[in-house]
């Protein structure tokens, strides 16, 4: 059996001082030994043609096992690649640098991939004289596509060399596969994690089933420097093989990122809400806090239960609902699992005793589009949310919520973009928040909640939160949504329907 063969070489250079052959230290591959691991699709081997301490280079040669690979695909469902079984045997597509190659060096260099060489951490932590070449790797997109993913990372060099179909008859031109050389002083964690991303996306093609913690493994590797590349979006299409919903998530998640690190702070706090150690004045009570207990009357003056929070991001609202008994349960919704993971440490929910845990259930979705899992709850809050979706994606969201859902009392809070004149710090026609895509005026907000409630069969009151000033008003604003009508005796109705049947069985 003939196996494929895929290769891929680093090298580095130092002096006596600085050896080159501290890269053995740095991959956690010895240059006096070869080296053999076994991977899902073949064998991998690590070996050095050079060590000194003038150039040092390493070697990964990934022997790609076609009858492996199409058992293990079968090329549909949730584990193959169409593109890796079309051709079964004679395919050429497991003998370039791609995916498999992608797997390989996590594998293999797993380690140093995250940076850690606990024997020359300085090594680890500097940029490196780095030179890596693939001689065969595939690129939709050709050398252009090629330099314009690798150009922005900091590669002095960046050549592709387009790859002949065959070179004994020049006339047929160049296959899509180019030789790649990379030259520069980069990390050489920060290498391997370009490396790791970049294959499959310039192959455009993975030989395993894209599943969600993709997403997760490709914010990982894109650390650094995913969400300033200019070609962040083709990057994450890409590797996510175009799953639409999956690139959505990465995008969001990528813009946090972004945003964050041109605040300086850590993405989770600015994660789904606005900045609420900034978002007022000199005030005994942050306005933060001001808006929770508003939200906490209102629902129980609504005389709710069980609640709803629908972009819950971080999880301080389900946590205040907690404190209160009355609640009895409650739902935090939000499209970001970070954030929902971020919420599940804040409320300790690993630690949490059984029968509080029986109260709160933290869920991923989306408010723009219908889901039942939300139907029968006595109230929804909807905190500094809405002005953090583009208009055009409102009427989605107002029908996933007062149409679908249809709890019924729900709340909705949002900055009055007219009281932003009283905080100095904030220039003139900016919003609260970089990531606002409007901010109303009280004229604005009450038209289009009463617009909405006209529509759905709700009555809606305003209520001001926080101080008050002359002119313009509060600094945020609130609609408190009720149920009118048939409605609200149809879930009356259906309620004393359930408890007589739960009675019935008991």
Request: glycine residues 6%.
């Amino acid at each position: 059996m003939i196996l494929g063969r895929v290769f891929l070489t680093i090298s580095t250079t130092g002096n006596q001082e600085r050896p080159a052959t501290d890269l053995g230290f740095l991959l956690h591959k010895h240059p006096d030994k070869a080296q053999t691991f076994s991977t899902s699709h073949g064998t991998a081997h690590v070996l050095y043609p050079e060590a000194s301490a003038e150039r040092c280079t390493a070697a990964l040669l990934l022997e790609v096992d076609p009858v492996a690979l199409v058992r293990r695909g079968k090329g549909k469902g949730r584990g193959g690649s169409p593109d890796s079984a079309l051709a079964q045997y004679v395919n050429d597509r497991p003998y370039a640098a791609s995916s498999l190659l992608a797997v390989a060096l996590s594998t293999v260099f797993k380690t140093a991939l995250h940076g850690v060489c606990n024997a020359r951490p300085e090594r680890a932590a500097a940029p490196l004289p780095l030179r890596i070449e693939v001689p065969a790797l595939p690129a939709r997109g050709g050398a252009e596509l090629v330099t314009k993913l690798f150009a922005p990372l900091g590669w002095t060099t960046v050549r592709a060399e387009p790859v002949a179909l065959d070179e004994q008859f020049p006339q047929w031109g160049d296959s899509r596969y180019v030789q790649l050389v990379l030259e520069g002083e980069l990390r050489l964690a920060d290498a391997l994690r370009q490396l790791y991303v970049l294959l499959p996306v310039l192959d455009d093609a993975k030989h395993y089933w894209v599943a969600p913690d993709e997403v997760d493994k490709l914010l990982r590797a894109g650390e650094g420097w995913l969400a300033e590349h200019p070609e962040q979006k083709l990057i994450t299409s890409r590797y996510l093989s175009r799953r639409w919903g999956l690139t959505r998530q990465a995008m969001e998640r990528l813009e946090l990122v972004r945003l964050a690190e041109a605040d300086d702070l850590e993405a989770e706090e600015i994660d789904n809400a606005v900045d609420e150690t900034t978002d007022t004045e000199d005030r005994p009570v942050p306005l933060a806090v001001q808006r929770r207990d508003a939200i906490l009357r209102a629902l129980g003056a609504a005389g709710a239960s069980r609640v709803l929070d629908l972009g819950c991001g971080q999880g301080q609202l389900v946590q205040a609902l907690l404190k209160d008994v009355k609640f009895t349960e409650i739902v935090g919704v939000d499209v970001s699992m970070r954030a929902l993971a971020i919420a599940s440490r804040r409320l300790k929910l690993d630690r949490m005793g059984e029968r509080q845990a029986g109260r709160v259930k933290l869920m991923q979705g989306s408010l723009t589009y219908t889901d039942k899992r939300l139907k029968g709850y006595d109230a929804a809050v909807l905190s500094e949310v809405v002005e953090h979706l583009d208009l055009p994606r409102l009427p989605a969201l107002e029908y996933a919520v007062f149409g679908s859902a249809r709890p019924r009392t729900v709340l909705v809070t949002t900055p009055n973009v007219e009281y932003n004149v009283r905080w100095e710090t904030l220039p003139a026609g900016h919003a609260r928040h970089a990531d606002h895509r409007f901010e109303w005026t009280r004229a604005e907000f009450r038209a289009w909640a009463e617009r909405v409630a006209r529509r759905h069969g709700y009555g809606v009151e305003f209520v001001p939160v926080g101080a008050e000033a002359p002119e313009v008003g509060p600094p945020t604003q609130m609609a408190v949504f009720t149920m009118t009508g048939q409605d609200k005796q149809d879930k009356r109705d259906d309620k004393e329907k359930k408890d007589e049947k739960e009675a019935e069985a008991a």
